[in-house]
C-alpha cells in the first residue's frame, strides 16, 4: 500500500516553513530503519511512555528537538497506512495531525521560538488511540476488559452548542463504524474547563458552563498550574501580569490573586447529552 510521505504531511498540516524545513532536512540524512521499532510500538497503549524514552535515548543530543519532532511526524505519517486500511476518511487523518502545527504555534506564541515540546502527547495520535474529530478529541483508553473514550478539548476548539453535538454525533458513528469494540465505553473528560467554579465567573448561557452541563462531575479535582498556559499562554506565574482580555481571564485572575486555584476536575459524559 502507498505510503504517507513526510513531506507531503508537513505541507498538509501547514507545519511552519522553519520547521519542515529542518524535519526534512534531519530526515533526508537519517536512517528510520534505526528506530523503526520503536515507532511501531507506539500503536501499544501501555508502552507509549516506555517506548519513548527508549527512542529518546536512541536518538542522542536533540537540542532543538528536531529530531524527534521528524521521528515523531514519520510515525504519524506511518499511521495513515492503518487509517486507509480501515477506510477512515484522510479529513480526520490531517485534522487529527494538525496537533503538530498547533503545539508549534503555541509555543512560539509564548516563547518566540518555533519549538516542539510535546512529544510526551503526539505518541496517542502518532499511534492511532486518539482522534480529532470536528472540534474535539477522542482518545480510546483500554482497560482490563473494556474500552472508555477519554475527550480532549484543543485549544482552538468551537465550544458551541452546535458544534460540540455535532462532534459527540460524529464521534458515535465513527467508532461504531471503525472500532466496534467500543461501542459500550464510557466517555469522560478529565479538564480544568470542568471546573464547577469558573460558572461564577461566566455567564449561564457561556458556552463553557453549557459544555460542563453535559457532564456528571466527580471529586473536587486537583490543582492545574497549567491554567496559566492554556488561558493566558504564559508559563509565567507572575499573577498581576496576566492579562484581562476576557471575561473568564478576568474572572480566574481576579481568583488567583485571592489565593484560589483552578483544578482540573474529572466528569462522566451524559448519556442524554450522546446522540446520533
Known amino acids: 500500500m502507498k505510503k504517507m510521505e513526510l513531506s507531503i504531511l508537513c505541507e498538509k498540516i501547514c507545519l511552519p516553513a522553519e520547521v519542515s524545513r529542518k524535519v526534512l532536512a534531519f530526515a533526508g540524512g537519517f536512517d528510520f ?3 523503526d521499532g520503536y515507532l511501531k510500538e507506539f500503536y501499544q ?7 519513548l524514552s527508549r527512542l529518546q535515548e536512541a536518538l542522542g543530543e536533540d537540542a532543538d528537538h528536531t529530531r524527534i519532532l521528524a521521528c515523531m511526524l514519520r510515525a504519524s505519517a506511518d499511521a495513515w497506512t492503518v487509517y486507509r486500511e480501515k477506510g477512515i476518511d484522510d479529513e480526520i487523518y490531517f485534522s487529527t495531525m494538525k496537533c503538530y502545527t498547533r503545539f508549534i504555534n503555541e509555543t512560539f506564541r509564548m516563547t518566540g521560538r518555533h519549538y516542539f515540546d510535546r512529544e510526551w502527547w503526539t505518541v496517542r495520535q ?25 475527550m480532549h478539548i484543543p485549544s482552538d476548539a468551537d465550544l458551541s452548542a452546535a458544534s460540540v453535538e455535532e462532534s459527540l454525533r460524529r ?20 479538564s480544568w474547563l470542568l471546573d464547577p467554579q469558573l460558572r461564577r465567573m461566566l455567564p449561564e448561557g457561556s458556552n463553557i458552563v453549557g459544555f460542563q452541563n453535559r457532564f456528571t462531575v466527580d471529586g473536587e479535582g486537583e490543582k492545574d498550574d497549567g491554567i496559566l498556559q492554556w488561558l493566558f499562554h504564559t508559563k509565567a506565574a507572575d499573577y498581576e501580569a496576566l492579562p484581562e ?11 488567583l ?20
Open 257 to 276: 490573586l485571592s489565593g484560589g486555584c483552578i483544578r482540573s476536575t474529572y466528569g462522566r459524559l451524559n448519556r442524554g447529552s450522546r446522540r446520533i
Open 245 to 255: 482580555d476576557t471575561t473568564l481571564q478576568r474572572g480566574v485572575k481576579r481568583h
Open 126 to 150: 502518532a499511534g492511532c488511540h486518539l482522534f480529532r474529530i470536528g472540534e474535539l478529541e477522542y482518545e480510546i483508553v483500554p482497560g482490563e476488559n473494556s474500552f472508555r473514550i477519554s
Open 171 to 190: 464521534a458515535e458513528q465513527f467508532f461504531s463504524a471503525y472500532y466496534p469494540e467500543t461501542g459500550q465505553a464510557e466517555y469522560f473528560c478529565h
Open 45 to 51: 497503549y501501555d508502552k507509549m511512555a516506555q517506548t
Open 33 to 35: 530503519s534505526r528506530v
